[in-house]
């Protein structure tokens, strides 16, 4: 029933409250009722049940999501992603199908190095772990080493702007630039 309902709230309710106000706290109560619902193991059990026939297609897509902290993060231009969310895919290219939840590239790529791979957060001294930047969309997005529901033991290099797995990247051993292969580098730093 939880499970239905969370669904309901998200894709029918919210989106027709129309005074902003109102619907600035209704989303924070179901940010706090997505967040509790995760240590309901009853609920979160049969919910991943129900989404088998939706994650199973996409394994290799499926990322570890940072909020839940279950592989139910997908691209959110698939199949079995709500329609509000797909239309937002720019600015929302990746859903938690658990937590009913649309993301954006920047914000979630960092949420998923520092959360679930337990890098550390970059400040404006270091460049840390964070986010590195996608030698194909130029956004600071791309994780290297994260994990899909498909194989959780073998590092990828996913970007979360693209929405994609980026193959075939080396990183300059010099200056730490990342380029595809087809991209080739010049590195800018001097001997």
């Excluded at 001294?125 to 959780?152: E, F, H, I, K, Q």
Aim: proline share 6%; net charge negative.
């Amino acid at each position: 029933m939880l499970n239905f309902l969370i669904s309901f709230v998200g894709e029918h309710i919210l989106e027709h409250i129309t005074d902003e106000e109102e619907r600035h706290h209704a989303e924070i109560d179901m940010d706090r009722i997505r967040g509790g619902v995760r240590t309901i193991q009853g609920y979160v059990a049969e919910r991943m049940k129900d989404l088998a026939p939706v994650l199973g297609p996409v394994r290799a897509r499926t990322l570890q999501c940072p909020q839940c902290q279950q592989f139910a993060l997908t691209p959110t231009l698939i199949k079995g992603v709500p329609e509000w969310c797909q239309s937002d895919a720019s600015l929302s290219p990746m859903y938690c199908h658990l937590c009913v939840e649309g993301y954006g590239a920047l914000g979630l790529a960092l949420g998923y190095a520092v959360r679930v791979l337990d890098r550390a957060a970059p400040d404006a001294s270091y460049d840390g772990d964070a986010p590195n930047r996608c030698p194909v969309c130029a956004m600071s997005s791309l994780v290297r080493g994260a994990r899909t529901a498909a194989a959780p033991e073998t590092p990828i290099d996913f970007c979360f702007h693209c929405a994609d797995v980026i193959d075939g990247l080396q990183e300059c051993q010099r200056c730490g630039f990342i380029y595809t292969t087809e991209q080739g580098h010049r590195c800018r730093r001097g001997s």
